[in-house]
């Protein structure tokens, strides 16, 4: 593509290093920017730099927040003895939509992966031991895992769950079984052999 | 989706008001931004801020320019005889990426439409009628007509064949027919009709 203008092919360029945006749909991007008024342009760029520049993360659980402290760990609604681990701040997001749950959450940063050369202390272990460590009025009870369900998640999970237990603190994990509206005999074997493995028992009353 | 930054939900709402883009991959978008260093967030708005406060139209064929005249209205490899005139800057530069042609470009801005309340004076019409007035060394032989194949394209068309046949301009559009690569019996019968009634002699020789 031979863009007349070098101004418009750097912003073709920036915007095509975004994940999932190719030359064409930027190229779509930056016209559609030229042709609207310049505000919108402005209050683009504006929300880009206050975001980069003023997101923290929470020192507790390491989600993002605009304070110190997350809105989920500040929150006195939350149960605060309970724990969920997840990879990602999206994670958070997910559970967070299901209106399930009410414990509070702490973001690893990743997984576990030796090919990737990310090792346990790449992530937020070791602040997640001195959370379930630390005496407070409310001791953690549970820690939950949420990871995903690869080998790399797995491995986090065990690696986690043995330090946990060092410290006498009740792991679970988020059930794996077959999705809700799923089918069973288009389910993978080991997806339905570990459903059936942690079956559920019904109540009796 | 409930993001627990209001910084994050700024970015997500402003990068969600591009074409094309949901509230999941502007999320997904500014998470990315957020995980890269932060040089990476500045390159891309202080592209889009220069590219929106410096960008200029060609006084000349109204495309884009990073200067008072575009690089193709001031070679003089290029055949200023003959003007094409499209839609949109994207059409020049679909044509420009054809390597077919030689001559120069006439950016309309639009197609007269009634509907949407576009009629003839705010479109860059009355600049073109000028370029084909103006007395120079090379004066304009020819005008092709660029525009797509939707009635408000060939009402455009018409409308300016009228206006440049007054002026003793040749007026010609590009061939609609079958493209390049595809079958007789996919093809609608407009189009089929119209490739047959503009059919193209080969030459005896």
New interface residues.
Partial sequence: ????????E??V???S?????GKK?A????????KQS?V??????L?????????QYCKICH????DEH???CKSHRRDHGVICVVED??D??AI??TDQYQGLYHVLGGVISPIQGIGPEELTIESLIERVSTDSEEPVKEVIMALSGTMEGDTTSFYLAKRLHEKGIKVSTIARGIPVGGELEYTDEITLGRSIMTRINYSSE
Same sequence: chains 1, 2.
């Fill in positions: 593509m031979n863009i007349p203008s070098k101004l418009i750097d912003a360029t920036e915007i290093r975004l994940p999932g945006i749909t190229l779509r991007l930056a016209l559609h920017l030229l310049e919108h342009t402005e209050a683009l760029t929300a880009l730099t206050r975001m980069r520049e003023e997101v989600n993002i927040s605009d997350c809105s989920i701040i999206r958070v997001l967070e939509n």
